[in-house]
């Protein structure tokens, strides 16, 4: 039977109500920033501004298109910080507990690796990959212009960042405590 009482411990719990609002918090902030009307003017001018999109009708249609941003889905909308972002924090918590890089590699090929700058890299891209799955539905595929199903995927990747920094680098700090009490 496993030990339950070593997960509930008042240190865990604390542990977690920082750590889980201090994302939110991060997350929230990253998605008021990437979905802010400033970003939304500069990919307008940059559209207006590149000759590619001045083809019959086309820059009209991706104009309308990108300035539906600001209505979009990210979880900076709600009340206070928002009640998706606080879910979509511990979606993607739970996500990276599920879906570990070395896990996933000991899985398909059979050997284990520890490299913990290739998991820094490759574990946020790999899981950021089924929120944003999931979410396309959501998007109203045939409204939205490829740049802001690219800047939804940045938001993902940036908060799976922002997630794994929080949730790992914080576990790191008490490695290093264990090894200093030892």
Known sequence: MPNFRAHFSCKN???LLVRIPLATFLIHQFSHWLFSRERTLQLVQFFTANPY????GRAARDL???QKMTRFWPPHQGYGLGEFSLVFTIFLILFMRLIDIPTVIKSISGKFYSSK????LITPIYTSIIPFILLLPMMRLSEMHIFVLA???LHILGSSYIVYVIW?????FE???KVKNE
């Open 151 to 153: 800047l939804n995927f």
């Open 117 to 120: 700058i290739l998991n820094f």
């Open 168 to 172: 790992y680098f914080l576990k790191f």
């Open 175 to 177: 490695k290093l405590e």
């Open 13 to 15: 719990i604390i542990n």
């Open 64 to 66: 309308s298109t990108i």
């Open 53 to 56: 999109f001045h083809s019959a």
